[in-house]
């Protein structure tokens, strides 16, 4: 679950933001292989940014910046977890189900402000890049298959019987240290009691802290987040064995943006 969200359109890249889906300790997920890693994505990024400086430059800005400001800061959002809500108990008992404030969570363009005239020509450059890196790839089809298949497969994690019963003694664990009986760690991570700002920082009331730490607590204590986890692989495995030709295509798919970013860095890199 963890999310970063650009309230304005990135410049470039249709590359999908990596989720931390494997949690430390708890090890890898079947389905893992089939979407992109946090170096797909720096790479993309590297490459996105090389493809629109050059299509900038041909469209009469030579000196367009590799990261430039756009012309007006954009909002960021973000929420932070794992797949499995908080799981640091540190990090509940000083920041609740939000973060430091004073740690920025997305980097800041390193590049100067780009002009009124540079962000005009931003999509087409923008349009062209993603063009680019998805040569040769079924967007309709093949890319987007593996993240459809998840929806399906947490929607099948969520009623599986055993993780049913794991909530449920979670919940009553943290209801019997005086807190809110939330149906899944999910709810407690979502409540709007917690006050997430436009940033999607929370508060960090006391009360959020002592029940971001009975929360964690009580995962510990019954092995909710081993027990998801499980789940989720189970489900993955038989989900992939029931369709390992789409699964396949899907693969296929992101190699090929890999060496089509690749090809990028190689080329302007």
């Known amino acids: 679950m963890v999310v970063a969200v650009l309230a304005a359109v990135c410049a470039s890249g249709p590359e999908r933001s990596e989720a931390a889906r494997t949690v430390s300790g708890l090890g890898p997920?079947?389905?893992?292989?089939?979407?992109?890693?946090?170096?797909?994505?720096?790479?993309?990024?590297?490459?996105?940014?090389?493809?629109?400086?050059?299509?900038?430059?041909?469209?009469?800005?030579?000196?367009?910046?590799?990261?430039?400001?756009?012309?007006?800061?954009?909002?960021?959002?973000?929420?932070?977890?794992?797949?499995?809500?908080?799981?640091?108990?540190?990090?509940?008992?000083?920041?609740?189900?939000?973060?430091?404030?004073?740690k920025s969570l997305m980097p800041r363009p390193k590049g100067r402000r780009m002009t009124d005239a540079e962000y005009a020509d931003l999509p087409a450059c923008s349009a062209e890049t993603n063009r680019r890196l998805m040569r040769g790839i079924d967007l309709q089809k093949d890319w987007p298959y593996a993240g459809q298949r998840a929806v399906e497969v947490d929607k099948a994690v969520k009623r599986d019987p055993r993780l049913r019963a794991a909530f449920e003694v979670w919940s009553r664990c943290v209801a019997d240290q005086g807190f809110t009986r939330y149906p899944d760690p999910v709810a407690a991570y979502a409540d709007g009691a917690w006050q997430r700002a436009s940033n999607g920082n929370t508060l960090q009331t006391q009360r959020e802290r002592a029940t971001a730490v009975a929360d964690v607590t009580c995962k510990r204590r019954h092995h909710t987040a081993e027990l998801w986890h499980a789940v989720r692989a189970r489900n993955q495995a038989a989900d992939i064995a029931q369709h390992r030709d789409r699964y396949a295509a899907g693969l296929r798919a992101l190699r090929t943006y890999r060496a089509n970013i690749a090809a990028v860095l190689r080329q302007l890199g």
């Open 29 to 102: 997920l079947p389905a893992d292989r089939y979407d992109s890693t946090s170096k797909d994505y720096e790479r993309s990024q590297r490459a996105s940014a090389l493809l629109v400086r050059q299509c900038m430059a041909g469209r009469g800005h030579p000196d367009y910046p590799l990261d430039p400001r756009y012309p007006t800061d954009p909002i960021v959002a973000a929420a932070v977890s794992t797949d499995y809500g908080v799981l640091d108990l540190a990090a509940a008992r000083r920041w609740g189900y939000g973060w430091d404030p004073e």
